[in-house]
């Protein structure tokens, strides 16, 4: 009897100790960050990620956004040409909005009625306008990586996108490696 | 703490913060932050709604003291505590 009771604390003592290891090993993996995998143009997407990475950033969360596919229009710089592109390239670059400021709503677009009438109520509501995210989510040290394959796959040169303070390019592992340090993930 | 208690409180430091939406708040209370010392008080003046349900979130996840919330006429003064 006595021998039994010592065999079974022995043994969950045991697992007391492997299950600490195991919850140490997670809590070192995982960071306070926010990792945020955004694949759509349209501006309502675009601004429901920078107001969510604004928020995260004032809370001190370091945020992540790996932007690729369609959501490369809202990194293009309007006042820049770049020079040297494909037919293709040059169709796709003429097809797609040219900024931030020119994304279309994923509904009640009407032709670009929606996007002005969205920006007057931003306006009148007090809501920071996507140029004034960038400037704060910059000031907040939110991380912007592009999708290099997207570049490529859509023509974009590094020429014609925004100067931001912490933008790199880079691939798909990287986001996976960035989202599996995070203790939040997102795909928008 | 009771709304008597609050209005009474010394403050350090008063973010007027009403002029913008969400997340604009916040993002105004974390830069005054870094104006203030520890132990002082801030309050910040909302009329955001979010704002008095986002700021007590903000101060349990970064160890300051939420202290509680005014309602004024069309806006919130929300208090804490550095610390």
């Keep these: 009897m006595q021998e039994e009771l010592e065999q079974k604390i022995d043994t969950l003592a045991k697992e007391v100790e492997s299950l600490q290891k195991k919850l140490k090993a997670i809590q070192n993996s995982r960071k306070d960050q926010l990792s945020i995998a955004c694949v759509s143009g349209d501006m309502d997407k675009i601004l429901a990620t920078m107001i969510i990475s604004l928020a995260a950033a004032a809370m001190d969360t370091k945020v992540k956004i790996f932007f690729s596919?369609?959501?490369?229009?809202?990194?293009?710089?309007?006042?820049?040409?770049?020079?040297?592109?494909?037919?293709?390239?040059?169709?796709?670059?003429?097809m797609l909005p040219k900024s931030k400021n020119n994304l279309k709503l994923?509904?009640?677009?009407?032709?670009?009625?929606?996007?002005?009438?969205?920006?007057?109520?931003?306006?009148?509501?007090?809501?920071?306008?996507?140029?004034?995210?960038?400037?704060?989510?910059?000031?907040?040290g939110v991380e912007i990586i592009v999708c290099e394959m997207s570049m490529g796959l859509m023509?974009?040169?590094?020429?014609?996108?925004?100067?931001?303070?912490?933008?790199?390019?880079?691939?798909?592992?990287?986001?996976?490696?960035?989202?599996?340090e995070s203790t939040a993930q997102l795909f928008v | 703490m009771t709304q008597d208690e609050l209005k009474a409180l010394q403050v350090?430091?008063?973010?007027?913060?009403?002029?913008?939406?969400?997340?604009?708040?916040?993002?105004?209370?974390k830069k005054a932050?870094?104006?203030?010392?520890e132990?002082?008080?801030?309050?910040i003046l909302s009329a955001d709604?979010?704002?008095?349900?986002?700021?007590?979130?903000?101060?349990?996840?970064?160890?300051?003291?939420?202290?509680?919330?005014?309602?004024?006429?069309?806006?919130?003064?929300?208090?804490?505590?550095?610390?």
């Design chain 1, 106 to 140: 994923s509904k009640m677009n009407m032709c670009g009625m929606g996007p002005v009438m969205i920006k007057y109520l931003m306006k009148r509501h007090n809501v920071l306008s996507l140029d004034d995210m960038f400037r704060s989510a910059a000031e907040l």
């Design chain 2, 49 to 83: 709604e979010g704002t008095k349900v986002d700021i007590p979130k903000w101060c349990a996840k970064q160890g300051h003291d939420y202290l509680g919330t005014v309602e004024e006429n069309g806006y919130y003064k929300i208090y804490m505590r550095k610390n």
């Design chain 2, 33 to 37: 932050l870094g104006t203030i010392e």
């Design chain 1, 155 to 180: 023509g974009f040169k590094r020429e014609e996108m925004i100067d931001y303070p912490h933008l790199t390019y880079a691939g798909a592992a990287t986001f996976v490696t960035d989202a599996g």
């Design chain 2, 39 to 43: 132990g002082e008080i801030m309050e």
């Design chain 1, 69 to 94: 596919f369609w959501a490369l229009s809202a990194l293009r710089d309007p006042k820049k040409n770049p020079k040297g592109k494909d037919l293709i390239s040059r169709m796709f670059g003429f």
């Design chain 2, 12 to 29: 350090a430091k008063s973010v007027d913060a009403r002029g913008t939406a969400c997340p604009g708040p916040l993002l105004e209370a």
